[in-house]
């Protein structure tokens, strides 16, 4: 995926309300904008790093720069939580994940399970179909490792069990974890910062839940789906 504008670098002074962000750009100018991403960003929000923007033009938008990456000791990491699923697509469409790339349909955000959407649905007259969920890894706090998630997400642990319930009615779950940055070798599920999440990842995984690893190659001019990389899964035990 590229950018269809160049990103704009500035300097982080601070993120606050989740949506917000202060900076200082280039030139000197300070603005506020919008934070694609309502999560905790733990280890993201340093103030004095440098991050990148995209810039808007519309006049129906409230702010004109948007967060788009930040530098963290010489690593760039994306924090759209609105790519990963556009990501995703350009690996299965260009065969990085298993077989998911033979299914002769991919549609987004239908409707299944609990009143809720998953993000992909792939279906084949001789495959069947695969409800394809895929979650934003940015979190890294270990040389080589990322990990997911960064703090509890009772939203996260519902999806894992409406994809297993897709399993036990005769379809393929998958869980993809799409790391927006490419100093990770090694990905593991959280669970000192989210141990019920862990449990229905583990329980997930014993209903036949598929889960799959995409690194990216990130740089403030793209970033591309960079194949699979290992997950680091305990064995299962009794829930």
Known sequence: MIFD?????????????RFLFDAVLEDGRAITGSCPNTGSMRGLTSPGSPIWLSEHDSPTRKHRYMLEMVDVGGTVVGINTGLPNRLAEEAITGGQIGDLHLYSTLQREQKYGRNSRIDMLLTDPQ????YVEVKNVHFSRASGLAEFPDSPTARGAKHLEELGDMVEAGHRGIMIYLIQRDDC???R?????DPLYAQAFQRARQRGVEAFV????VSPQQITPDGL????EPAFADL
């Open 127 to 130: 495959r069947g179909r695969a």
């Open 214 to 217: 995409v690194k990216c190659r």
């Open 189 to 193: 599920v959280c669970d000192d910062l």
């Open 229 to 232: 990389i290992m997950m680091d």
């Open 185 to 187: 070798a090694t990905f």
């Open 5 to 17: 504008r160049p990103l704009v670098p500035a300097v982080l002074v601070q993120r606050y309300k």
